[in-house]
């Protein structure tokens, strides 16, 4: 029997007044990308060849860099070098087994307790929302990091127009499932269909992104076309990638990593150097392109100041 | 073919299939062809050589019997080597490029992370055995080189445990690499041995190779795992 308890927060007051504070510091990090623009640089900075990619790289992201003056990771290493099981467990997989794979025409279902459930076709569901570059330090769970300029939308913008109800806790997103065109998911390395989760304050927080692009140009299959979450404080496996389905739930939901391997994974993820991995020191990671693994991991991956109130009281040992 | 000409034959191709890896793994750091994370790929293929090696060895003396061509046995200590020469590499690049030389940080993930804990014992257990290869240590060994030596089934073990115990998902690998060491190990019990070949040869198993090695080999041994005690 189910017993319904009063939710925690309020529809009203899900998006807190420190998210709004917290404005200004990824603001800081959007104006990064549109100074670049405003220079119209000519050299392009990220010179990656990739056979697939047709169009080139928009000039502004010559000089861009991250709002702690990192340099961005070259198009060629975060389009040829990532985890996407669906395409295999290797690093090279997806860039090399997505070929198959056609992100379109695409539909989203939304589903669970919001008023507007159904499927969509990508276009409706996206259309009228604002696309911005957001750079972002990409940390993985293996201890190795890039600096990535998704070019996508605030979560928070769509969810708000599917007007979650009050008791909607979480959300929840699942990957496609063609193993006709994802060579990975032909067997069972994970449980099918990869699924993925967040706090409904989590979702809205500003830093949150839906992307759809990488480096200004359209989401290459293998980085999770065309359409893919990224929470920059949370390790990579959170970014759930080729989005069909969008559901917003009362229970926290069993994410695949934590199904998968309940002693080494939760559900909340959040980057912590002070919390180990059974098979990872998280203290430090490689920060591709660097050999060696000695850049110290910051916490919360260095968005503290913007998300640590949601953690508040929480103990992030037993919450990993 | 003579045999002599056959087993010349077999170095050249122990050799060159041995030296493939490490010579494919230089070339692609000068031309860029290990991709984004190279010391990535370095750890990785150098480890599953390694493996690969371990068990290459283990074959050579199930093998012998089986066929009963004893020039076989040659292969054993450049095979072991080689696999020691790997093992090496991989623990350096770890040691230099994830630990940064950092003999704190590395034994805190000894001491912490249970697959490193069993790959530093694997290496641990070969390092003997690499060192007491030469001519002179089988001599003033005897006996007890034979048992020593026996340490290879143990680092075999631990090398595919150590594979496994990284593994995240998709356990297939490792599997295939343990179920074909456990072969390598049964066809080395009574059991096999008494059944299979009656009359096959008792008192030379595992015996050291002391003849018929070549002045080169010996001078070769002696300096690999003499760059190893360095590395």
Known sequence: MLIRRPPDILSSEITPESVYVNRRSFIRAAAVGTAGLAMGASGLAAGGVDHRRRQEIPARFAEMRSELDEELNSYEAVTTYNNFYEFGTGKEDPHENSGDFRPLPWKVTVGGLCNKPGDYDLDDLLSGLTMEDRVYRLRCVEAWSMVIPWYGFQLSSLLNRLEPTGNARYVMFKTVVRPEEMPGQRRAILNWPYVEGLRMDEAMHPLTILATGVYGLDLPNQNGAPLRLVVPWKYGFKGVKSIVSIDFVEEMPLNTWQEQTPNEYGFFANVNPNVSHPRWSQARERRLPSAFRSHETLMFNGYADQVQHLYAGMDLERWK | ?231
Not at chain 2, 32 to 60: C, F, R, S, Y
Not at chain 2, 146 to 173: C, F, N, P, Q
Request: a positive charge; one cysteine or more.
């Open chain 2, 1 to 231: 073919m003579s045999p002599r000409r056959a087993i010349l034959g077999s170095k050249v191709v122990l050799w060159l299939g041995a030296l493939t890896p490490g010579a494919w793994l230089a070339v692609g750091m000068y031309t860029g062809a290990l991709g984004p994370n190279p010391i990535e790929k370095l750890t990785h293929v150098t480890g599953m050589t390694t493996l690969v090696l371990l068990l290459v060895t283990l074959t050579v003396t199930p093998a012998r019997r089986l066929t009963g061509w004893n020039p076989l046995i040659k292969l054993r200590r450049p095979l072991g080597l080689f696999a020691f020469f790997y093992a090496v590499v991989h623990f350096s690049i770890w040691f230099v490029f994830d630990m940064v030389f950092n003999v704190g940080w590395m034994l805190e993930d000894i001491a912490e992370r249970r697959f490193i804990t069993v790959g530093m014992a694997a290496l641990l257990v070969l390092t003997p055995l690499a060192v007491t290869s030469t001519r002179g240590w089988i001599r003033r060994l005897g006996k007890r080189w034979v048992k020593l030596h026996r340490g290879i089934y143990l680092a075999a073990a631990l090398g595919v445990v150590h594979y496994y115990w990284l593994i995240k998902a998709d356990s297939r690998l490792p599997l295939l690499l343990g179920a074909c060491l456990a072969v390598l190990l049964l066809a080395r019990t009574p059991l096999v041995t008494k059944r299979r070949f009656p009359g096959g040869p008792k008192e030379d198993r595992g015996a050291p190779a002391t003849r018929d090695q070549g002045g080169a080999d010996g001078r070769r041994s002696t300096r690999v795992s003499g760059s190893a005690r360095t590395g």
